[in-house]
């Protein structure tokens, strides 16, 4: 028997949208609309149970744990390799630390809990919870985010780069990696006005007898783009020629008004 939506007293084909008759049936209309809470917006465990009751966590690949190893034995590689001055290893405090997180995060490369939870799966007191992540921290291997961070009082959100560890396909993998490793850019920085040159001190008959003349530099989106992806280099270079091109010619910088 096909299956038909119920709105307003009407039933509908929920495919082709034509009406079919008349119905009391309750409506779907009547009904609240769930939405999924996204993940970066997830203040509590309770956004983050939310978000994943529209997850069939069952579809998701099965857990790598093989990978933790692997990354662990390329930092190694790249320590030994670089005649120890790139100091990437991953010390075993650290790795026992991150598989204890492995096992406990179902989605993505997140973790929301509370304090005490966090504090016996690390086997320390709440007040030793922060000293004890700070190693992974300080090495780019996981943010924090606290009640001063916008959680609730008393939970704490673990994100683990996803090069680690994440429950998820390949392909979405790849964007959480790019977002993760990209530079943070802040726009009232760059569009910061630049500071006019002092005037020159000399005699009356140089550019000092003018009133002061405030350039503006507009930056533009390539070079926003330059800034983003730090190539500060061709950066620097285009906004030098910017400026150069506002500026007044040379002749008329150097050269002094007629008596």
Known sequence: MKQYMHVDGLAVDPITGEIIGIDDKP????????????LSACRSINDYDDHLDDVDLRTLPPRNKALLDTMQAEADWIW????????????????KILKVLEKVIRYRNI??????????????????IMRKLKPLSDKGLI????????????????CVNPRFLFRGDDWVKKHYVTEWYKPKTYVNELMKPNPVPKLWLSNKKTHEAYPPCVIEFLYTSEQFELRRQG???????????????????KEALHTPLAA
Request: charged share 30%; glycine share 4%.
């Open 143 to 158: 943010r924090i985010r606290t009640s001063k961070d916008g959680m609730r009082k008393g939970e704490v959100a673990i």
């Open 231 to 249: 190539r500060y280099v061709e950066y620097g270079e285009s906004v030098r020629i910017m400026r150069l091109d506002k500026m007044p010619a």
């Open 27 to 38: 409506s779907v209309l009547t009904e609240r609309i769930e939405y999924q809470q996204p």
């Open 111 to 128: 973790l929301v809990t509370t304090q005490v939870n966090l504090a016996k799966l690390l086997s320390v007191s709440t007040d030793d």
């Open 80 to 95: 030994k390799h670089s005649n120890k001055a790139v100091d990437c290893r991953i010390t075993s405090p650290v790795m």
